[in-house]
């Protein structure tokens, strides 16, 4: 693990507004760790007691449904953190943080920041605007999910994963969800989420090989998703 003020989760966070004192007291408080994929990083309910800074590999956030399914609400990358608003709320976590790769992650403790907090005016604006963001991203996919078709927020996040996550040398998605996670983010059963697949695939729109999907016409993918 890199020393706090060279990590890349300072570039992209509200941690940019650390100085080189504050830094030098999170790299000494802060504990790190190597998550596995499909392992927790924390379950819904749990108290967090601090934040997560995702240095490295991609986990959902989900939410589990009183029907056992598993409603994926939003994708964290290299850069963002977890736990913010659980831990400013005081409340347990409302969501899951399940490795979707492998990752690196640090944990820097509620009392520490917090401290960053009461002292650096910036910082606690950065992370009230994180939140707001999270809010609007929220509002957002509630906006999707209420007047958008399937077949529509299908395209969208297919899209979605390509333009966030990139592609592998050979031209596939990144991240390549379970048939059962991608139906979890378009809000869907399993069944119709691997119909639709199918069907973008026939008419040329995706290329499915195996568990990878490549996006092949991308100007008719957009054209449904909008």
Do not use: W
Not at 15 to 29: F, I, Q, S, T, V
Not at 54 to 72: E, F, R, Y
Not at 103 to 116: A, H, R
Not at 150 to 167: C, H, M
């Amino acid at each position: 693990m890199s020393k706090c003020e060279q990590c890349i989760v300072r570039e992209f966070s509200s941690l940019k507004a650390l100085n080189k004192e504050e830094l030098l007291k999170m790299a000494n408080c802060k504990s790190s760790y190597t998550i596995k994929k499909g392992e927790p990083i924390f379950e819904e309910g749990e108290s967090v007691n601090g934040i997560y800074c995702v240095k490295d590999g991609v986990c959902k956030l989900s939410k589990l449904s009183a029907n056992g399914k598993d409603q994926i609400v939003k994708l964290v990358k290299p850069g963002e953190l977890l736990g913010q608003r659980s831990m400013i709320s005081d409340e347990p976590a409302n969501l899951s943080a399940v490795a979707l790769e492998d990752m690196e992650v640090c944990f820097i403790p509620k009392s520490d920041v917090l401290g960053f907090f009461n002292n650096n005016n910036q910082f606690s604006m950065n992370v009230m605007k994180t939140i707001c963001g999270d809010l609007k991203e929220a509002d957002d996919h509630m906006v999707s999910m209420a007047q958008k078709t399937v077949k529509e927020r299908l395209a969208e996040t297919l899209l979605y994963l390509e333009d966030t996550f990139g592609k592998n040398e050979d031209g596939s998605l990144h991240i390549q969800l379970s048939r059962e996670e991608l139906a979890g983010m378009i809000g869907t059963a399993t069944e119709s989420c691997i119909r639709l697949l199918s069907e973008f695939n026939k008419i040329g729109l995706i290329d499915i090989k195996g568990k990878k999907i490549s996006i092949i016409d991308k100007m008719k993918l957009k054209r449904i998703a909008e």
